[in-house]
């Protein structure tokens, strides 16, 4: 890998240059906006969108809600995992990161010594973003959208190559997506539990949405509205 990585006709190397060399024309305020957006905003922004979804589907309430929750519970779940399935990877592959190998970066984030490949701000968003698209597609389509975003940053900010990206992206959708039946076999009986439960049910579904086994309420017909004397003649 890091023989690929020396070499200048590697595409992996012209498109960090491209991609890094928009920070070195940008100016200094914009380069710790993306420092910020990329290290911090762009995480805490997808732990904020599974909260909103959460909320969203526990409002709804309806017979999928508890297969819903478990699958936002999933999420965070299975980015943890694929961050613990990266230290293997990382340890095997002992990728540098560019700036070690290449000169000329633009490097908006320091004290990053460790190995480059694959890139856990990667891993972690793209997990996110599939779990919820599994809970929930609207917002997974947006967490998705914010995990591309992070994987630009990265590249931008100087700290990982396009195929550290690309392989966190890989890593994160096979950890989530693969493992999501079996979490959901483990989590939503759980969950169905929790929503008979009277005070913790309130995290599955609030108070104002349906139960599972609500009916609709049978509407009586014209004859239970008749006056005395109709029921009379009726009789």
């Known amino acids: ?9 590697n595409p992996d190397v012209d498109l960090l240059y491209d991609i890094n060399g928009l ?4 100016p200094h305020w914009l380069g710790r906006v993306m420092e910020f957006v990329g290290e911090y905003g762009l995480p805490l922004a997808m732990v904020l969108l599974v909260l909103w979804c959460w909320w969203t589907v526990r409002r709804r309430g309806g017979p999928d809600a508890a297969s819903s929750v478990a699958a ?7 980015a943890g995992l694929a961050v613990l399935v990266n230290v293997p990877i990382r340890g095997f592959v002992e990728r540098p990161r560019p700036f070690v190998d290449h000169q000329g970066l633009a490097v908006l984030v320091t004290g990053k010594n460790d190995f480059s490949f694959v ?3 990667a891993t972690i968003t793209m997990a996110l973003g599939v779990g919820l698209f599994v809970a929930d597609r609207r917002f997974g ?10 994987g630009f940053c990265r590249v931008y900010m100087g700290v990982h190559y396009p195929t550290d990206v690309v392989g966190g992206f890989a890593l994160g959708t096979a950890v989530a997506l693969l493992l999501s039946p079996l979490a ?3 989590l939503t009986p759980v969950l169905k539990a929790v929503e008979r439960s009277p005070r913790a049910g309130r ?4 108070r104002s949405a349906a139960s599972p086994g609500q009916q609709d309420t049978l509407v009586p017909g014209p004859r239970a509205h008749m006056e005395p004397d109709e029921k009379d003649l009726a009789a």
């Not at 890998?1 to 006709?9: F, I, K, T």
């Not at 389509?141 to 992070?150: D, K, N, S, T, W």
């Open 119 to 121: 890139s856990d701000h």
């Open 184 to 186: 959901s076999a483990l």
């Open 141 to 150: 389509i947006v967490g998705i959208g914010l995990a591309l975003l992070e």
């Open 72 to 78: 936002l519970i999933w999420a965070p779940l299975a």
């Open 23 to 26: 920070a070195k024309d940008a």
């Open 203 to 206: 995290l599955v579904r609030s």
């Open 1 to 9: 890998m890091a023989v690929l990585a020396e070499s200048g006709s």
